[in-house]
């Protein structure tokens, strides 16, 4: 058996079920971080991101070369973005995704770690710009950038491994839906086949607020696609989900174009929080235009259904 | 200029020149791990490794796969070993240089994160060797494996992060070297050119012994050759060495071979403990037999010489 056969998340979950783990990992595989024992008020969260050349960004041109394409699956269009910029966006999607999945627990980032693969014959004003994009992001949301590791190697890889804090009270899990919960979803979905989810900000701000300001139930971020990241939601509560397809925001970058209904449930890489709290809380969530009720989670199923009760195809975007 | 051109120390120091930290990091870039503020007499420990197919171990034989030898610089022979422990000694190998690098700070390992980027036509047989490697040391050392990342590229990565702590007075930097101390090594040095180096056992329980006993200055763990470390233990402590060449303990494993004084001396990969200490708690630790006496820290002068007063050539493996 390849694993391609079994994709990616059946291998996660065959690694989860193999993993035993003692009483201070409060969670361990399968959330957007892990979450450790650490104080008596709060909680440690630990989450790292593999980014490499040619699977989550072209090959990028180097100052003296001649960009050559080499896309595939989730390789996004850079045309619009001038070459000079294109390292230092690589280098801060590689450090926001990681920011997102802390966003998502209710957390926040404090320190980092960069390993890095590079061609040797890379110029070093590319790699320059690679750790500013880092950086320049690390400085926003305050985070330290402690060590890691340089390597050479053929194609550009990325891994970031981040470390931040979490109040006890402020936790949300992927496994809190309830029944009857109202569905939300910050920002607009499907932008991201555009050079947009190279530079996006991830939502730390807007996830802070709301666990500060209302009883959360569930979140995750958006990396996989609505639909996708939804079932890991209702899995994880042993729910089900009607979504209002009306209602699911489309970015306008594609809302004129075919397809971006389809973009938007199950295009990846959006990173906006995808989160559920009672009819009451989303509402006022709502409201105040904070985030949009896009459905609302049922009894448990296992499925994930439109307004008029046809099954939702549950799929995504895979690694294998 | 390439990145080549600066080399891999060249590239680590401009990174950590630019980089600033808040009061919490007590030591960023630099060390073996970094040193983060935690409770009232413990810091966390972070650090880590990423290995790359073809650069810190040959492309291993797949279970339908003829072996394809892809040797560099540091890629070792693996003829000794069959086939099928080959990715379990890659994954073992993999845990192992990060839980060196904590034991180098007389710390403990508690949590790691596994990413891997793996060809989608590998046999999952292959795989589970590979994470029953790292999850065998991980049980071994009390490890929790907490999460990571999962994704497809064609040769194969795994980046392992590593989260431990340190007991505030245990901690031992490169830095605290002071003059007219012993400088000790665990071991023997220069068998890592050997199958050794994918399978060895980090110096965790032997850093713990000697850091609960004894008062060490500084510490370093030897994975870039005895040499190299020894120079990033006196450029941090703005210190020299005296080494007494016919003290290296070279590994019987190369003992009989041609250049073999030169191996254990330049020949990166042992992850035996390298350390300071006075005269006279070297010589006790000397005495029981727990570490060799090789050298000893002079005035500052930013260099290493034998004996007899000849200059050595600071030169290790770097990976540009």
Not at 113 to 126: A, D, Q, R, T
Not at 245 to 273: M, N, R, T, W
Request: glycine share 8%; proline share 3%.
């Amino acid at each position: 058996m390849k694993i391609e056969q079994i994709g990616e998340f059946g291998l996660i979950d065959k690694i989860a079920r193999q993993t035993k783990t003692d009483r201070t990992v409060i969670k361990g595989i399968g959330d957007d971080t892990a979450v450790l024992k650490y104080s008596n008020k709060e909680y440690l969260l630990f989450t790292t991101d593999m980014l490499l050349e040619g699977v989550h960004f072209p090959k990028p041109p180097d100052t003296s070369q001649v960009y050559e394409t080499s896309f595939t699956c989730e390789v996004k269009k850079m045309s619009e973005v001038s070459p000079r910029s294109r390292f230092f966006n690589i280098g801060w999607k590689s450090l926001a995704c990681n920011i997102s999945d802390i966003a998502a627990m209710g957390g926040v980032p404090q320190y980092c770690l960069i390993s890095v693969g590079l061609p040797p014959n890379l110029e070093l004003k590319s790699v320059n710009q690679l750790y500013s994009g880092i950086k320049t992001l690390a400085r926003q949301f305050k985070i330290n950038v402690v060590g890691g590791d340089t390597i050479k190697s053929g194609k550009l890889i990325i891994n970031i491994c981040l470390l931040g804090k979490v109040k006890k009270k402020d936790l949300i899990l992927r496994s809190g839906a309830r029944k009857e919960d109202a569905i939300l979803v910050t920002g607009n979905l499907g932008g991201s086949i555009s050079e947009k989810n190279l530079n996006f900000t991830p939502r730390l701000k807007e996830a802070q607020y709301l666990v500060n300001n209302f009883k959360l139930h569930s979140m995750i971020d958006i990396s996989d696609g609505l639909i996708l990241d939804l079932y890991h939601i209702i899995k994880d509560s042993r729910k089900g989900a009607r979504l209002y397809l009306k209602e699911v925001p489309i970015s306008p970058l594609i809302k004129h174009k075919k397809g971006a209904l389809k973009q938007a449930l199950y295009g990846g890489e959006d990173f906006e929080l995808l989160f559920t709290a009672s009819k009451r809380t989303g509402q006022k969530i709502a409201a105040q235009k904070l985030a949009r009720i896009v459905g609302e989670i049922t009894a448990k199923n296992n499925s994930i259904e439109s307004s008029d009760g046809t099954k939702l195809n549950i799929d995504g975007y895979q690694h294998f």
